[in-house]
């Protein structure tokens, strides 16, 4: 595997449902990012990780909780969830250096709430 | 003031034709002002990207305008071709921490 993956590709679920979306990097980057993009907004950062550590929340309801482990990968727990919250989530990675933007994305998991 | 605005919505042109599009931010602290282009079913990509210690920044067909005065950044695709149809993301960065705000998005598509 290369890249970013991202596992499962698609996924649906109810409101009382528990799962999770699971982002793996082989890039050996440092920084880990959750995107939510539904259609026609700008794609949302969620989560940012440096390191393993959280360092931003972009004021995400309770009901998404992340998961970073290791630098190489990054969960998203989802539970209780609206249907609203149906859109492809993104993961993406960057070196996590200073001056070194790029971000690297995976094919994201496609969320239905039903 | 974190915002990044991106037009058009989308945008239909013929092959061998110019596209382009726009986007205005807001926050002179931004540095980094990148392109993504995005296919059905694939994430985001890196397309072209520029600081604005530069005006203009050219690879291949494509090529961005920065206008730091004006707080605008433009793509332009020459000679588009049907396999340039996708949706192009403007986006702005800052920090440490390699933080990107994204534009709405343009979907393109380009004729025959």
């Known amino acids: 595997e290369t890249g970013v993956t991202q596992t499962p590709r698609h996924l649906v679920m109810g409101m009382t449902n528990k799962k999770s979306l699971k982002c793996e990097q082989h890039l050996g980057h440092n920084a880990m990012y959750w995107y939510k993009q539904s259609a026609k907004k700008p794609l949302e950062l969620m989560f940012v990780y440096n390191f393993k550590e959280q360092t931003e929340n972009n004021s995400v309801p309770s009901r998404f909780s992340p998961e970073c482990p290791n630098s190489s990968h990054l969960f998203l727990h989802l539970h209780t969830l609206q249907p609203e919250d149906s859109a492809l989530y993104l993961c993406a990675s960057s070196p996590g250096l200073a001056g070194s933007h790029e971000q690297f994305f995976g094919p994201g998991t496609r969320l239905t709430v039903l | 003031q974190q915002q990044v605005k991106q037009s058009p919505q989308s945008l239909i042109v013929q092959k061998g034709g110019i596209s382009i599009i726009n986007c205005a931010y807001e926050?002179?602290?931004?540095?980094?002002f990148p392109w993504y282009q995005q296919f059905p079913g694939k994430g985001p990509a890196l397309l072209i990207a520029i600081r604005p210690d530069v005006s203009e920044k050219k690879e291949g067909r494509f090529t961005i305008s920065f206008n730091k005065s004006a707080k605008q950044f433009s793509l332009h695709i020459m000679d588009s071709q049907p396999g340039d149809s996708a949706t192009y993301f403007c986006?702005?960065?800052?920090?440490?921490?390699?933080?990107?705000?994204f534009g709405a998005g343009t979907r393109l598509a380009v004729h025959p």
């Open positions: 926050n002179t602290a931004f540095d980094y």
């Open positions: 986006a702005a960065g800052t920090g440490g921490y390699n933080k990107l705000i």
